[in-house]
């Protein structure tokens, strides 16, 4: 790289510092405009609070939630209603309660406690999402990271670890539009996934379908039923299904839902019982009023599309057009989710992160997608476009640009 290359960054950096912007890329969080889309839901239910069997709303009890909200989810989560839990905002609030009642009490097919057992650990396919590695830390369950390819977790990898050791009690899967990376899953991962030999008899595949409607293209992209082929594997019990409306409807009055076989199923709602005696059906009812059906939720995301997608083509047309041929610098092209992966050569993340921060940017910390928060590269940042509106997306990728062409030009590399 040439010092004129270097003089010509640090000048462009020093412009975007003095700039005094302040924007954020953080989080990936729906947007004002996508959650406008909901704003018929604050008025509803309204008087008329009888559920379609005749029940009352606003009582207790249904502990499984109402079967005409369950009904409309049924099919985007691959689960059957009768096996599908409606529950309150939080998907990754029963991702926790699931991993803690398996510490507690013993899971279907299990010898004991997961507390009982001398290790406990979970496989993460990496990058991937830092709240499900919060979740085993705080609960002193171990993370093994294990690649993520174009097809989903590295099977050969994931087959090696999971036959000979019985600690290793299940995987974190977000298998369509992944988190971070906009993986879709291959139909011979998922079967591999279902029917793989396990030594631990109560292992778990963490089936987090977050993104199962969020399409950024016209031609959704279909996944395998992971549920329907671990079953005919042998294997019912293998894997716990959530979901959320979250980032469909209201973010922060959602509804979220729990499958899976119906032994899993009894077995979470009898857990329940102790600490519960009834999610919020009155957001229930109104989720169902507002979304009517199936093609109704394919349609409020096709509006949700219209919004997401342009967001995404900029930060496409930003990356191209400064680091389409600069060696080892890529990106992801998602077809659906929140987010996009940046990756840059080993040992540039945190320093792009720190420029931006610096430059009233704030980027996702790097390593916050590998457990623990130690990416061995230094090389993924996960960019989530989502959030500001379109103008912001443009000046907060245009001062990416910025950052990472100075942290380039700093460690001698060279752009195109």
């Known amino acids: 790289m040439s010092s004129t290359a270097l003089q010509s960054a640090k000048a462009d950096y020093d412009a975007l510092v003095a700039r005094g912007i302040t924007l954020d890329l ?3 969080k729906p947007s004002a405009a996508q959650l406008d889309l909901a704003a018929p839901m604050l008025s509803m239910p309204g008087p008329d609070y009888r559920a379609a069997d005749g029940s009352d709303a606003r009582n207790y009890g249904n502990l499984r939630g109402l079967p005409e909200l369950r009904a409309i989810f049924s099919g985007a989560l691959d689960v059957p209603v009768e096996q599908l839990v409606a529950f309150n905002n939080s998907s990754l609030e029963l991702m926790y309660d699931t991993l803690a009642q398996a510490m507690l009490s013993a899971l279907p097919g299990a010898r004991r406690r997961w507390a009982d057992e001398p290790r406990v650990a979970f496989l993460a396919p990496v990058p991937g999402y830092d709240r499900h590695y919060t979740a085993c830390e705080h609960l002193g369950i171990e993370l093994v990271p294990v690649p993520l390819t174009d097809d989903g977790p590295d099977m050969d990898t994931v087959e090696q670890l999971v036959a000979g050791d ?11 539009y992944s988190n971070p990376t906009g993986t879709v899953y291959s139909d011979e991962t998922v079967r591999r996934l279902a029917s793989m030999p396990t030594a631990a008899p109560d292992f778990r595949i963490m089936w987090d379908n977050a993104y199962a409607v969020h399409h950024l293209t016209e031609t959704p992209a279909e996944i395998a039923d992971v549920l329907a082929l671990a079953t005919e594997a042998g294997h019912p019990d293998r894997p716990f299904v959530f979901g959320s409306s979250s980032k469909i409807t ?6 979220a ?3 899976g076989s119906a032994a899993n199923v009894d077995w979470w709602v009898a857990r329940l019982v102790a600490r519960n005696i009834g999610p919020d059906k009155l957001n229930h009812l109104r989720h169902a009023r507002f979304l009517r059906d199936a093609d109704g939720l394919a349609e409020h995301m096709r509006r949700h ?3 997401v997608a342009p967001k995404f083509a900029v930060v496409r047309q930003v990356l ?3 680091f389409a041929d600069t060696p080892g610098v890529t990106w992801t092209d998602p077809a659906g989710g929140y987010f996009v992966t940046l990756t840059v050569p080993d040992g540039l993340a945190s320093e792009v992160v720190r420029l931006a921060k610096a430059a009233g940017i704030a980027l996702t910390p790097a390593g916050a997608t590998y457990p ?3 990416d061995p590269r230094d090389a993924v940042i996960r960019l989530a476009p989502t959030f500001p509106v379109l103008a912001e997306v443009e000046q907060a990728m245009a001062g990416v640009a910025v950052c990472l062409r100075l942290a380039l030009a700093s460690a001698g590399l060279a752009t195109r």
């Open 166 to 176: 019985p600690s290793i009690k299940g995987i974190w899967c977000v298998p369509k």
């Open 305 to 307: 599309r219209e919004i």
């Open 26 to 28: 953080t989080r990936g």
């Open 320 to 322: 191209a057009e400064h």
């Open 250 to 255: 209201l973010a922060g009055s959602g509804v």
């Open 257 to 259: 839902f729990l499958g």
């Open 372 to 374: 623990y928060g130690k």
